[in-house]
């Protein structure tokens, strides 16, 4: 029988009963102060527990991959888990949120894994993101753009065959968040040595001196979405599992926090996930009709032909709060923009991390353009993340064309 060894990132002591593969490994311990009974993630000489403001729960994932030997590991947070059952449909999206008395019986277990695992290479989350937002737009929410220029700088520089695959995700919807996976040995080490390389490098030309607390927790972020570029550069055959969130008070605002991912409606939740599906198939499969929550943007915008168009497409999300608003082009006159303002909850606060506005800018002309997108981002800028989506009129067709 294979020995699964799945801890649990936590930053606060728990009281919650859980399958035996499941080890709670305190994070920051080097700086707080050890608790007994608990894994620590200054545990061996060798571990980053200091850093634990910036790289988030990974200084437990570092020291999974330094200290623990059983055939298959894994990392869950102390109330996001893979949940025991597989997501099937938008009618059957798991993402449920339990208390504490009731979640470990809904958590993936020993024979779970076993069975997952027989058949896939890795275990992750059921993608989820809605698709009006792609891997680079979500990342900005939460990290400078000086941040993830320097991460392309280090893929360009020093991991150039996974630029195209590091292309494609930030580019795709619906990717798998959290820093979750669950997989055997050999494949988890040697991902944790390829992100924490890829994520020295970054450190090294990074200064998070002066960094808010959010933006200070750069690097969990940016592993982020290197999990699925790594996963994606592989091949790796996946098996989604749902997620099973843990509500931490009875109060309002609790349960809002723990279940703020199944507010969002069926139209706008991902598609039918086939869990035998690789990962590159999973990332670039295109979907027809108007509802396909996991087709690319480009392959979305190409097929309206008039303003307008897009004006109706985000219309009927009432998530989104879509208006025609006209800016300077910097020349005496004047361009309509599309502004779909996405206003969130207030969970945090950081103000770009609970709301964002998507501009479409229709400009021939690179220069005028670059103005439009300027004014917009001046006028938005401390209320929202601007995502800027320039259009000319294509060639063919005399269809739209993302630029």
Known sequence: MSQICIYVATHKKLNIDLPDIYRFCQVGAALSGRWDGYLHDDDGADNISAKNSSYSELTALYALWKNEKSDIKGLAHYRRFFADAVPESLEDYNCSSYDAGHIGRHVIGRETVTEYL???DVILEQPDQPFYVNGHEDLHRWVYDSDIDILEKVIGENFPEYAGSYAEVMSSTGLSYLNMMIAPAGIFDEYCGWLFDVLGRVEELADISTYDPQ????????????????????????????????????????????SVRNILPKSIRSERIDSATDARERFLRLKNGPDACMRSL??????????????????????????????????????????????????????????????????EDPAKA???????????????????????VGAKNGLLTLC
């Open 118 to 120: 027989r058949n896939h």
């Open 215 to 258: 933006h200070k927790r750069i690097f969990g972020y940016l592993s982020e979405v290197l999990l699925n570029v790594w996963v994606l550069a592989k091949g790796l055959k996946v098996k989604y599992s749902g997620m099973a969130y843990l509500i931490e008070d009875s109060s309002v605002s609790g349960k809002l926090r723990s």
């Open 298 to 363: 480009r392959d979305i915008y190409s097929e309206f032909k008039k303003t307008d168009d897009i004006f109706a497409y985000y219309s009927r999300f009432k998530e989104l709060r879509t208006l025609k608003e006209s800016f300077s082009c910097g020349d005496g006159s004047e361009t309509e923009v599309i502004l779909s303002f996405y206003d969130g909850y207030d969970l945090y606060p950081y103000p770009q991390s609970n709301r964002f506005v998507i501009a479409n800018i229709f400009s």
């Open 370 to 392: 670059a103005v439009i997108s300027a004014a917009v981002r001046e006028k938005y800028k401390d209320g929202y993340t601007v995502n800027i989506r320039t259009l000319t």
